[in-house]
């Protein structure tokens, strides 16, 4: 009798690596992963100058006060970088916020560049054409202070370019939304000496040699809609 309880002991904890191993497996084969890449290019544009250059300005400024507005152009060499057979499940850029001022709530709109810039040259007269076909609003509860991390997403934006065939930089561009009466953010540009400029974040599956993947408990700074 005691050596069929033995037996029958051995066989539960078999069972039990069993199990383990095979909930380990189905835990770690579909996590994303991610690679990072900084922006080659960031500038804004003003409607209020429109052949004036702000390509090599500390902040990226997103505003609109009345019929003035400043719109947000980064881009980011990826072409080369991301592998052709990786499915993208998700896409973000990753800001801090430098400078803020106005009336919140308010909601940014980023859309995508259909070509290149040259930060150095880009004016509102020379700025590329945009497409929101496949746009995302990010609504800011409340004004957002120095040093505020925020995460848009741009994963339709990032497929979309994928599915065209490009083979230019990844293009977006950033906006206050139509309904803004007064607001506007300075984002940190790569030119900032303080603050970390623009991140693409890109998660994919199957796993490779990234190695970077989404906390479960992440939380985000602003809400991302549409």
């Given at each position: 009798m005691p050596f069929k309880s033995y037996k029958v002991a051995w066989v539960m904890v078999a069972l039990s690596l069993i199990a383990v191993s095979g909930f380990a497996l189905l835990a770690s084969s579909g996590d994303p992963t991610t690679f990072k890449v900084s922006a080659s290019g960031d500038a804004y544009v003003s409607t209020a100058n429109p052949a004036a250059v702000y390509g090599k300005d500390?902040?990226?400024?997103?505003?609109?006060?009345?019929?003035?507005?400043?719109?947000?152009?980064?881009?980011?060499?990826?072409?080369?970088?991301?592998?052709?057979?990786?499915?993208?499940?998700?896409?973000?850029?990753?800001?801090?916020?430098?400078?803020?001022?106005?009336?919140?709530?308010?909601?940014?709109?980023?859309?995508?560049?259909?070509?290149?810039?040259?930060?150095?040259?880009?004016?509102?007269?020379?700025?590329?054409?945009?497409?929101?076909?496949?746009?995302?609003?990010?609504?800011?509860?409340?004004?957002?202070?120095?040093?505020?991390?925020?995460?848009?997403?741009?994963?339709?934006?990032?497929?979309?370019?994928?599915?065209?065939g490009q083979r230019t930089l990844f293009g977006l561009v950033l906006t206050m939304d139509s309904g803004t009466a007064n607001a506007g953010i300075a984002f940190a540009s790569r030119e900032n000496a303080l603050l970390d400029g623009p991140v693409l974040q890109i998660f994919t599956v199957p796993p490779g040699q990234y190695g970077y993947s989404i906390s479960p408990g992440e939380i985000f700074a602003v809400r991302s809609s549409n």
């Open positions: 500390a902040d990226v400024w997103v505003s609109k006060v009345g019929s003035v507005e400043n719109w947000g152009y980064l881009s980011f060499d990826l072409a080369s970088k991301l592998p052709a057979g990786a499915a993208v499940v998700r896409a973000r850029i990753r800001l801090l916020v430098d400078q803020s001022y106005g009336a919140f709530p308010a909601q940014t709109v980023t859309g995508r560049l259909l070509a290149d810039f040259n930060e150095a040259t880009v004016t509102y007269n020379t700025a590329p054409a945009a497409s929101f076909d496949t746009s995302t609003n990010t609504v800011f509860d409340k004004r957002p202070m120095l040093g505020f991390t925020v995460f848009v997403d741009v994963t339709k934006q990032l497929q979309t370019w994928r599915g065209s």
